[in-house]
């Protein structure tokens, strides 16, 4: 029989986390695993993508924000179908009552999972202090690196006896070192033959936007002729336009938006950046490395778990876009050095960060907690 997980979280929308579990689940499920999606609220819009993938989907377990009812609908269904785990994803409110009702329904294991940096709900205490009287039945709190780890035990108090870190992966058969036809050049307006810097990230303020186009600037008195590319969307990008324009920079900063071909862009790059304030652990960096391209980021979060500094690319302080420019130049000054890094960068995905090495760990770690043994704290894999 198959071990059976329900995974509950409060929607499936576009985003890292989503990706994650959607790449993971929908190659775990099969003679091992039958696998679960249920949503608190609404669906959300990534929800089809779980549907092609063959994992089913039960929407909507919630009627509101506080429905206490909604705790014996989880038990019901975790009970109906023979639920072994279940397992929560985030800080909302499937956390406490996915994790009252796999209790109630006496089930081998309950997981939560955390992908990004966050916090409780600070609209209601009460929530609040049920999520914290709920940590001694949780079997184990999975975050996404092990800086996110070390976030829920110092900052949200979290038992360090039972956070565990297991990392990401991706898929190393859609992010590879293809050459982009000449027509993709030509879409992006990127003249061919120029060096060409990117980041992809949301235009938010955490993300550091202004610091990579102030990196931008210093590095364009250098090389006069390279191209920055900027692939993401968010309520920043009229700040960043207008620095762009003050700063000169119209013909050289190209500003993408949200893209759906980040594979097909990411070759284009000979470098690229992140200039995050916080990041859990970057799929971004991920993506780049598997493309082969050298890594210049902020050393914040879970980047410094993927970039070996000097090795694969290089790690700088958040906020200082003269350091990040530095290294920027220093790669593109010498050829040597970048493919070194860039052949680094993506062995060391191939051996740490494929999401078929994710679905391994991810396999074992359930059929511990099913085996009823413990999981050791700290990195696991």
Do not use: W
């Not at 205490?125 to 780890?149: Q, Y």
């Not at 304030?277 to 082969?292: G, I, Q, W, Y």
């Not at 960060?353 to 679905?359: G, L, Q």
């Amino acid at each position: 029989m198959p071990i059976r997980i329900l995974f509950l979280a409060p929607g499936l929308y576009i985003g890292g986390e989503e990706t994650q579990n959607l790449l993971t689940f929908s190659r775990m499920r099969g003679d091992r695993f039958d696998i679960i999606i249920g949503t608190t609220h609404d669906p959300g819009p990534f929800a089809q993508n779980f549907s092609n993938a063959g994992l089913e989907i039960i929407p909507n377990l919630l009627k509101g924000r506080f429905d206490i009812g909604g705790v014996a609908r989880i038990r019901k269904l975790i009970k109906e179908r023979s639920i072994d785990i279940v397992c929560t994803g985030g800080f909302g409110d499937s956390l406490f009552y996915g994790r009252l009702a796999g209790k109630l329904a006496g089930v081998r294991a309950i997981v939560s999972t955390f992908f990004h940096f966050g916090r409780l709900d600070r609209k209601n205490a009460r929530i609040e202090m049920f999520n914290k009287v709920l940590h001694p039945i949780t079997t184990v709190f999975k975050a996404s690196s092990i800086a996110l780890g070390e976030y829920l035990i110092n900052e949200l108090g979290y038992p360090r006896n039972k956070v565990v870190a297991i990392h990401d992966g991706i898929d190393t058969s859609k992010f590879t070192p293809s050459q982009p036809p000449e027509s993709k050049y030509n879409e992006l307006g990127i003249p061919i033959g120029r060096p060409v810097v990117g980041i992809v990230a949301s235009l938010y303020s955490f993300k550091g936007p202004d610091v990579f186009v102030e990196a931008a600037v210093q590095v364009h008195r250098k090389f006069p002729n390279a191209i920055f590319v900027m692939v993401g969307e968010g309520d920043q990008r009229p700040k960043i336009e207008k620095m762009i324009k003050e700063l000169g920079l119209q013909d050289n900063v190209l500003l993408l938006g949200y893209r759906t071909d980040v594979p097909e862009i990411l070759p284009i790059f000979d470098i690229s950046a992140l200039a995050s304030d916080t990041e859990a652990f970057p799929n971004t960096l991920l993506e780049a490395s598997a493309c082969v391209k050298p890594l210049v980021s902020t050393a914040v979060g879970g980047a410094p778990e993927i970039i070996i500094d000097g090795f694969n690319g290089f790690l700088v302080p958040p906020r200082n876009p003269h350091l990040m420019a530095d290294k920027i130049i220093k790669l593109l000054s010498d050829d040597s050095l970048r493919l070194k890094m860039a052949a680094n960068a993506r062995q060391r995905v191939l051996e740490n960060f494929s999401i078929e090495h994710k679905v391994v760990v991810f396999s074992k770690f359930f059929e511990q907690l099913y085996r009823g043994e413990r999981i050791p704290a700290g990195l696991y894999n």
